[in-house]
């Protein structure tokens, strides 16, 4: 590799893991992978863990770009991008036979190597930077105390700064909706009321963005954006805080508002965030039971969520795939009893139901190479995915189905995923331009007043 001012990224085992071709996003820059990453992809690739997929998707982008040069050159570096002019370079590091002076750590663990490595490089390529590129904040903080001067997390696949700048699907307009607007063209169609108004006032907006008002009963969807206007489809607050699915009726406006979404057959994907206990899984479960049984539009409900260390996991409950997942899915469980908890018998109530709508259970993992049809898809805990994983599932859904993707930001339990990188995250920000889909974030804890001076509180 030249001695240019480009920089040298060593990419830890993570990233490649998180996204298997982020070896591509460092175009201008030199990247190293250490013997050490290669030989954790190789542990991991054969392993029953959930990630297996992406360690083998990630040697495979290394095998293609390796598989011509000679060991020299893949010592050396070979360029990332033949076709573009002053193309980084990619290089392996045997970080196993580095001169004994520049040892850091005295053992041979995984981490510890490629930290040594880092240091190695960051001696021997001096004054051009060196940074250790990791998902691991423990890494990050053991690669600062032994000396490496640079460490970053990998943001490529980070859209946004901060979550508080994670758009809500709504807007609130402070008085009185009406007395703010100069001028409006309102006219009826398929007896729905719409009006077309300035757009200034209210950017940024998006497709499908809810627009509120603190005093008047006004609710309005943005059904279509020009360069200078906007058209809002006009909801009544009334009308929907009075809306019934599976006899549940909304607590506030931003249920309402979810349950709109959920109800219209236009939307394909609903996105609904919120703390715990803001009736996220309660008015999805709702609806999806409304329209499969009630009205008929769906031939199954399928609910599925991200199950930690599923593959060492799940083999050692009893029973099929389903009963191996009601563990994970005890949230969907407990929230059918409370839909029926009225009910004579409610557990005969629940067999029922779960039969009637065609209920199915299922693993993340069995998804991929599936096409759904005609179903209503409940994705519940969103924010432990990445953008790939969600981006697996959007992928299966075909002709008439329709997907909820419910998630908590503030209660992340991957290694790797923070709010700003969760896929949840991800997903809100690259479909809120997108007609077929709308967002909601579900404010006020409505679970009860315990859980919601906790969530305030604690």
């Known amino acids: 590799m030249g001695d240019t001012d480009r920089k040298f990224f060593v990419l830890d085992t993570n990233i490649l893991l998180h996204e298997p071709f982020a070896i591509y996003s460092f175009q201008e820059h030199d990247v190293v992978i250490p013997m050490t990453v290669l030989e954790e ?43 573009k002019e002053n193309a980084g370079h990619i290089a392996i590091l045997a970080d196993f036979e580095l ?8 053992d041979k663990a995984g981490d510890n190597r490629i930290l040594n490595a880092v240091l190695y490089l960051q001696n021997k390529r001096a004054p051009r930077e060196v940074i250790l590129v990791t998902k691991d904040i423990n890494m990050r903080l053991r690669a600062k105390g032994a000396g490496v001067r640079f460490v970053e997390d990998y943001r490529t696949d980070q859209l946004i700064d901060d979550v508080q700048y994670l758009t809500k699907g709504f807007q609130t307009i402070e008085g009185d909706f009406w007395a703010q607007v100069d001028q409006v063209d309102s006219q009826n169609l398929a007896g729905k009321t719409y009006h077309t108004l300035a757009k200034e006032p209210f950017d940024p907006t998006y497709l499908n963005q809810y627009i509120i008002d603190e005093e008047s009963d006004f609710v309005g969807r943005v059904a279509q954006i020009e360069p200078d206007n906007l058209t809002l489809k006009d909801l009544s607050r009334e009308r929907l805080m ?20 959920l109800l219209d057959p236009e939307i394909d994907l609903v996105i609904l965030t919120g703390a715990a206990g803001s009736g996220k899984t309660l008015i999805a479960l709702a609806s999806a039971l409304e329209q499969t049984i009630e009205h008929k539009k769906f031939d199954k409900i399928i609910v599925t969520r991200n199950t930690p260390d599923i593959g060492e ?36 109530s629940l067999k029922y139901i779960c039969d009637k709508a065609n209920i199915q259970f299922k693993s993340i993992n069995f998804m991929r190479g599936r096409s759904i049809q005609n179903a209503f898809v409940l994705l519940d805990e969103c924010q432990n995915l990445t953008a790939s994983q969600i981006k697996t599932i959007i992928t299966r859904c075909g002709e008439g189905t329709k997907i909820v993707c419910s998630g908590n930001l503030a209660q992340i339990d991957s290694h790797y995923l923070t709010p700003v990188t969760s896929g949840l995250t991800y997903m809100v920000e690259r479909f809120k331009n997108f007609e077929g889909s709308a967002n909601i974030h579900l404010n006020g804890v409505v679970r009860s007043r315990l859980a919601e001076y906790a969530e305030e509180n604690l």
């Not at 040697?59 to 293609?64: G, M, S, T, Y």
């Not at 001169?99 to 005295?106: G, L, M, N, R, S």
Request: with cysteine.
């Open 41 to 83: 992809l190789d542990r991991i690739k054969d392993s029953k863990r959930d990630v297996a997929r992406d360690a083998r998707v990630a040697i495979r982008a290394l095998e293609a770009l390796f598989k011509e040069a000679t060991p020299d050159e893949i010592s050396a570096g070979i360029p990332i991008n033949r076709d």
């Open 99 to 106: 001169q004994e002076t520049i040892k850091a750590f005295a």
């Open 242 to 261: 009075h809306r019934r699915a599976w006899d549940i009726t909304p607590k506030n406006i931003y249920q309402a508002m979810a349950l709109d979404a």
């Open 313 to 348: 996991s799940i083999g050692y409950l009893p029973g099929s795939e389903e009963e191996k997942m009601l563990p994970w899915l005890a949230a969907v469980t407990d929230t059918l009893e409370a839909l029926h908890k009225n009910d004579h018998c409610t557990e005969g």
